[in-house]
């Protein structure tokens, strides 16, 4: 079983839309918790840490449930420019284990 | 926000030939980097752990000898492929975690070609 595990994707999904992604973990002693944003032979670029508590900014919102090991990510009124892979990353022991990504293309 | 720098973006390199790429954190000092390697239409895939001052600690799978790792500083860690054959053709991105366990800051990316 992988460390970290995210919905397999590729999400097509019309403008407009909100789409959620999952991604479970496998340490429950993991310390923290992030998405992260690729765009094509780029690098990773963070999208936003999430906490607990939940964690909004603007039309994303991450939330993180620690009983059952996941971390969620909801993209709401989707646009062209969310075009991209999206990875969760956990990071444990001072070491950062990513999703295998989920492609999201967004289309008109 | 803490920034990575890694060089070259882009290298082209003929079949048995050496290539060094460079990871430097810019305003933080970091004891551990990470290496990671992508191939076309996959996930980042760690390939070792850059300790500062000591060896590297590497993924399964991944061939100390042929991909050597220096970190020789706090501030810069180096990925050496050897004698590169067209199936290490792939996009190698470093990364080092901030100076408060927070997120990881990655570098660019190199891009090897190797022909």
């Known amino acids: 079983r992988k460390e970290v595990e995210q919905d397999p994707g590729p999400f097509n999904v019309p403008e407009g839309a909100t789409v959620a992604f999952n991604c479970t973990y496998s340490?429950?002693?993991?310390?923290?918790f992030f998405w992260y944003r690729q765009d094509c032979r780029k690098e990773p670029k963070l999208l936003m840490s999430?906490?607990?508590s939940g964690n909004e900014d603007g039309r994303f919102t991450a939330q993180l449930n620690r009983a059952s090991q996941y971390i969620s990510l909801l993209i709401r009124d989707s646009k062209l420019s969310d075009s991209a892979t999206y990875l969760c990353?956990?990071?444990?022991?001072?070491?950062?284990?990513f999703g295998d990504g989920t492609t999201l293309t967004v289309k008109p | 926000g803490a920034v990575v720098s890694q060089h070259p973006s882009r290298v082209i390199c003929k079949s048995g030939t050496s290539v060094k790429i460079e990871c430097r954190s810019l305003?933080?000092?970091?004891?551990?980097m990470f290496w990671y390697r992508q191939f076309p239409k996959q996930s980042l895939m760690l390939m070792a752990t850059?300790?500062?001052?000591?060896?590297?600690?590497?993924e399964q799978g991944v061939e100390k000898d042929k991909f050597l790792i220096n970190h020789a500083s706090l501030t810069l860690s180096t990925l050496t492929v050897t004698s590169a054959h067209p199936e290490d053709s792939s996009f190698y991105i470093c990364?080092?975690?901030?100076?408060?366990?927070?997120?990881?800051?990655f570098g660019q990316g190199t891009r090897l070609t190797v022909v």
């Open positions: 999430v906490y607990s």
């Open positions: 990353v956990v990071n444990g022991a001072g070491k950062s284990t």
């Open positions: 305003d933080f000092q970091a004891t551990t």
């Open positions: 990364s080092a975690t901030g100076p408060h366990d927070t997120e990881a800051f």
């Open positions: 850059s300790n500062e001052g000591s060896k590297a600690t590497y």
């Open positions: 340490n429950s002693a993991s310390q923290s």
